[in-house]
Each structure stands twice: as C-alpha cells, then as structure tokens.
C-alpha cells in the first residue's frame, strides 16, 4: 500500500522517458485489423506505474457504433480475468476518432484491448504495450518552496492549538489565565513542537526509504559487454540482469523469443556521422551469450542498438558500442542482414528520393511538415532501374519492410514494422491470449509469399523535435535494400 502511494505521487510529479523496447520512444503506434474494421491505435504509456496510459484511435472500413479499452496483461493469471471495459469517447468533430485512458497498474507487458460494435456485428482487437517506471524526478523547488512552508504553518498552528487547549481554553470569558497556566502552556507547546519535529522527521525518513525502494524498480537496460576477435563479434548480457528482484523481468529472462525469426535485431550505426548502417541478426549460443561473424565494415565507432523480445515478451533494445579497426576482414553479408552506405549528416540533409547500388531507387512520401508527438503513416515505394514500380519486390523478414528511426543525438532509435512499432512477439502473445490464432501476415519467416506490392507503410510518431536519419529495408529478388532518409522535425 505505501509503495502505491509513492507511485502515486510521483506520478503527480511526473517522470522522463527513458529506454526500454526502443530507445526514448515509448508511445506505441499500431494498426489493428479485426473483420472489417481498421483501427490505427496510438497509446501513450504512463512514466510511472501505477499510471494512466492515454489511447487514441481512428477507424477506416466498416462504420464503428461503439467502441471500448480494457487494459490487462499479456501472460499470467490475471490476462484471464479482464476488468471492467471503458466506453471511449468519440469527437465530436470527427465520427472516426475516439480517444480514452486505462490505468495500467503494474509494470511488464500489456495489452490495451479493444471491444468493436458497429454495423458488421461485435470483433475484438489488440494493442501490446510495453509498461515500466522509467525514472524519477526531484520535486519542482517552487512546489518544493510552497509545501514546506504550508507545513511550517501546519506545525506552528498545531503547536499554538495546544497550548490554547492548556491556557485560554480553561479559563472563563474575560479572565486571564494564571502563571501556572502559562508555563504549563510553554512547556505543552515545546513538547507539541519536539513531538511534531519527531514526526516530521520520521515521515521523511519513511519517504526516502520507499522512494529508493521505487527507484530500484525503474528500469535499467540490461548492461551487455561486446567483444571483437577478428570478424567475430559477441555480445554477452550481465548475468545480474535475471535478478527476480529486478522488475519487470522474470528469473529466467536469460531466455528470449523470436521476433520475425530472429532472437536479436542489431542495428549498427557509425557515428557521429551515421553514414554507414547495418542490420544483422546474431544468434544466441549460450545463457544471454550471441554471436555474430561481421561482414566487411568500414573501420570506425559504431553505435549499437539490440532488439530482443525476453521470454516474459518483454521487448529491449540493447546498447553498447563497437570499435572496428581497419585491419577487420569481414565476411560476406548474410543474405538476411543488410547494409547502407550514404552521405554523412554534416553534408547536407538527404532527398526523399534514395539511389540504391543497383540502380533500384527508393522514394519517401515525405509530408510537408513534420511536428513532434504526431502520429503519421510514413509511405516509401520501391522503383527499378527504368524508373517503373518494381516487380520483384519480397517479403523481408515476413513484412513488406522494416524502418528504423534514429535521432542524430543518439537520443531515439525505435525500429518498427508496417503494421506498427510493437514487437511482433508480443502481438502474438496478446492475438493468442484473445483465443485467436495469430493473424498477422508473413508470419512464416522462413518461406516468402512474394511478389508483393512495391510500397510500404510505417505508422510512428517523432517522440521530440530535432533532427533524425531514417533507415528502411525493403528487398527485391534475393537483394535486401536499405534506403536512408533525413527528417527535420519540429
């Protein structure tokens, strides 16, 4: 009960947004398909837990009569037994929007789920959602200011009720209060003041106590240590890190699911110029141990970003870095990784028009503002070397793309998927607890379903404002492309 309490002021307090699946981007921008209707669903998960999580959604297809959230975990005893559904509230200026808010009272992995009535009849959705307490703030010092002297008046007041309560309160109307009175009444009101010190001093000894008990439960990224010897990279997580005392990550997190599959998504990113970027898929050897044979790269500091899903379907992008000396001879590139060399970022920003190496071009509808906390549908096509809608374009990796955010600052770095920024293992889990087999498509990552359409779209939202480098992969024939883009968002 006290530790509720805490989270509940802090989250009065309010919180920054730290990292856990993606990098400084939590907000999580999903489309949802149930029968004939469409839901593009943003939900913006609280900094502290307990904590309220806004949702926002706009329909397409069939018409939407009514539209309800109900919040619950993805796995365990309690994704059984769901609470009370509430009623979203449609604008009043737009048919199609409806927004609401589900409290989300503890950390781990959620699902926002979604109760659809309209004219097709009854359909459910699913939204994951990743929830964790991210860090803690000191209290603003002019609230600070405010409440300690608010206090002090409390105490002084307190300490100046009981001595009336000794001295003017037993006297008749009109008379004084004798000399006994009087010192009985000095020596009450500094007993009253030592006692409420006592207490004052009691109360903030129990605050620090469960507020460094809170801050234990904000999450941490699970440190990792890389190596190098020659081409071959390991990535070794901190065995401190299956600590069942660390939420929200259970004692076997050690173990992890497939996410499009593969256990791990690395991204690696020269810096600070991010002119050469690769996507690789190390595999896991041993308890939180993956490996990796690199490809031919050029030699610099290079920035990495880790996506794995842990066995809870709790989602982490892992940091580290990596040194990579000129004398590395690298070995060809695996046929489901991929690579982008461009210009650096202090020449200029990139057009929304991409040569690829084999005369392929990838093009971005690039809107003609973009404004930070918006949530957009970003459209990028893939045309051949005549300049024509290319034919051969396939699945990677089970999807028509994949697209990966980054802030120049190395502040953001969100890789998402057409259907939206959850991990894939996670809408799984959150489809199969509704009874529904998964139905999301290309889930068989092993055998493409191509030809496909030659375009692509990624439903996100820039957490903040400043300057990004957006790297997509799209593959035609046996070639998996990267096109790399530059947004300025304000």
């Given at each position: 009960?006290?530790?509720?309490?805490?989270?509940?002021?802090?989250?009065?307090?309010?919180?920054?947004?730290?990292?856990?699946?993606?990098v400084?981007?939590?907000?999580?921008?999903?489309?949802?398909?149930?029968?004939?209707?469409?839901?593009?669903?943003?939900?913006?998960?609280?900094n502290?837990?307990?904590?309220?999580?806004?949702v926002?959604?706009?329909?397409?297809?069939?018409?939407?009569?009514?539209?309800?959230?109900?919040?619950?975990?993805?796995?365990?005893?309690?994704s059984?037994?769901?609470?009370?559904?509430?009623?979203?509230?449609?604008?009043?200026?737009?048919?199609?929007?409806?927004?609401?808010?589900?409290?989300?009272?503890?950390?781990?992995?959620?699902?926002?789920?979604?109760?659809?009535d309209?004219?097709?009849?009854?359909?459910?959705?699913?939204v994951?959602?990743?929830?964790?307490?991210?860090?803690?703030?000191?209290?603003?010092?002019?609230?600070g200011?405010?409440?300690?002297?608010l206090?002090?008046?409390?105490?002084?007041?307190?300490?100046?009720?009981?001595?009336?309560?000794?001295?003017?309160?037993?006297?008749?109307?009109?008379?004084?209060?004798?000399?006994?009175?009087l010192r009985?009444?000095r020596?009450?009101?500094?007993?009253?003041?030592v006692?409420?010190?006592?207490a004052?001093?009691?109360?903030?000894?129990?605050?620090?106590?469960?507020?460094?008990?809170?801050?234990?439960?904000?999450?941490?990224?699970t440190?990792?240590?890389?190596?190098?010897?020659?081409?071959?990279?390991?990535?070794?997580?901190?065995?401190?890190?299956?600590?069942?005392?660390?939420?929200?990550?259970?004692?076997?997190?050690?173990?992890?699911?497939?996410?499009?599959?593969?256990?791990?998504?690395?991204?690696?990113?020269?810096?600070?110029?991010?002119?050469?970027?690769?996507?690789?898929h190390?595999?896991?050897?041993?308890?939180?141990?993956?490996?990796?044979?690199?490809?031919?790269?050029?030699?610099?500091?290079?920035?990495?970003?880790?996506?794995?899903?842990?066995?809870?379907?709790?989602?982490?992008?892992?940091?580290?870095?990596?040194?990579?000396?000129?004398?590395?001879?690298?070995?060809?590139?695996?046929?489901?990784?991929a690579?982008?060399?461009?210009?650096?970022?202090?020449s200029?920003?990139?057009?929304?028009?991409?040569?690829?190496?084999?005369?392929?071009?990838?093009?971005?509808?690039?809107?003609?503002?973009l404004?930070?906390g918006?949530?957009?549908?970003?459209?990028?096509h893939?045309?051949?070397?005549?300049?024509?809608?290319?034919?051969?374009?396939?699945?990677?990796?089970?999807?028509?793309g994949?697209?990966?955010?980054?802030?120049?600052?190395?502040?953001?770095?969100?890789?998402?998927?057409?259907?939206?920024?959850?991990?894939?293992?996670?809408?799984?889990?959150?489809?199969?607890?509704?009874?529904?087999?998964?139905?999301?498509?290309?889930m068989?990552?092993?055998?493409?379903?191509?030809?496909?359409?030659?375009?692509?779209?990624?439903p996100?939202?820039?957490?903040?404002?400043?300057?990004?480098?957006?790297?997509?992969?799209?593959?035609?024939?046996?070639?998996?492309?990267?096109?790399?883009?530059?947004?300025?968002?304000?």
């Amino acid at each position: 009960m006290k530790t509720r309490l805490v989270a509940l002021l802090l989250l009065v307090l309010g919180l920054v947004p730290m990292a856990h699946a993606h990098v400084g981007s939590k907000d999580v921008f999903e489309t949802v398909h149930a029968g004939p209707y469409t839901l593009y669903v943003t939900v913006r998960p609280p900094n502290v837990i307990p904590g309220v999580a806004t949702v926002e959604v706009r329909s397409t297809g069939a018409a939407i009569t009514g539209l309800k959230v109900t919040p619950l975990p993805v796995t365990g005893e309690a994704s059984k037994h769901p609470p009370a559904a509430d009623v979203m509230q449609v604008s009043t200026a737009d048919a199609s929007f409806y927004t609401g808010a589900v409290w989300m009272m503890a950390g781990g992995t959620w699902q926002v789920r979604f109760d659809i009535d309209g004219a097709a009849g009854h359909q459910q959705g699913s939204v994951p959602v990743v929830a964790v307490p991210l860090s803690v703030l000191k209290m603003d010092k002019g609230m600070g200011t405010i409440l300690a002297l608010l206090g002090l008046f409390l105490v002084l007041s307190m300490a100046g009720i009981v001595a009336a309560s000794v001295t003017e309160a037993r006297v008749m109307p009109g008379a004084e209060a004798s000399p006994r009175a009087l010192r009985l009444g000095r020596i009450i009101t500094i007993a009253s003041l030592v006692f409420m010190a006592a207490a004052v001093a009691g109360g903030l000894h129990w605050w620090n106590v469960e507020a460094a008990g809170y801050a234990e439960h904000v999450y941490k990224a699970t440190p990792v240590q890389v190596s190098l010897a020659g081409n071959q990279l390991r990535l070794t997580l901190a065995a401190a890190r299956v600590d069942p005392r660390r939420l929200p990550l259970p004692p076997n997190s050690d173990q992890f699911l497939l996410d499009h599959g593969k256990v791990m998504h690395l991204y690696a990113i020269r810096e600070p110029e991010m002119d050469v970027a690769f996507h690789l898929h190390p595999t896991l050897v041993g308890r939180g141990d993956f490996r990796d044979v690199l490809p031919a790269m050029p030699a610099g500091h290079y920035q990495l970003y880790g996506d794995v899903v842990h066995a809870s379907g709790f989602p982490e992008t892992l940091l580290a870095t990596l040194d990579v000396p000129e004398t590395m001879q690298g070995a060809a590139l695996d046929p489901d990784d991929a690579k982008a060399v461009t210009s650096p970022i202090s020449s200029g920003e990139l057009p929304p028009s991409f040569k690829l190496p084999d005369g392929y071009t990838m093009v971005w509808d690039k809107p003609a503002a973009l404004t930070a906390g918006t949530a957009y549908s970003f459209a990028f096509h893939l045309l051949d070397a005549t300049g024509k809608p290319s034919t051969d374009t396939q699945p990677y990796l089970g999807m028509a793309g994949h697209a990966a955010f980054v802030k120049t600052d190395g502040t953001v770095f969100a890789h998402t998927h057409p259907e939206g920024s959850a991990a894939m293992a996670d809408v799984v889990l959150a489809e199969e607890s509704m009874g529904s087999a998964p139905a999301m498509p290309g889930m068989d990552m092993s055998s493409p379903t191509g030809p496909i359409a030659p375009n692509v779209s990624f439903p996100y939202g820039f957490p903040t404002a400043g300057r990004y480098r957006i790297f997509i992969q799209m593959k035609h024939g046996s070639v998996v492309e990267t096109g790399v883009f530059d947004a300025d968002v304000k």
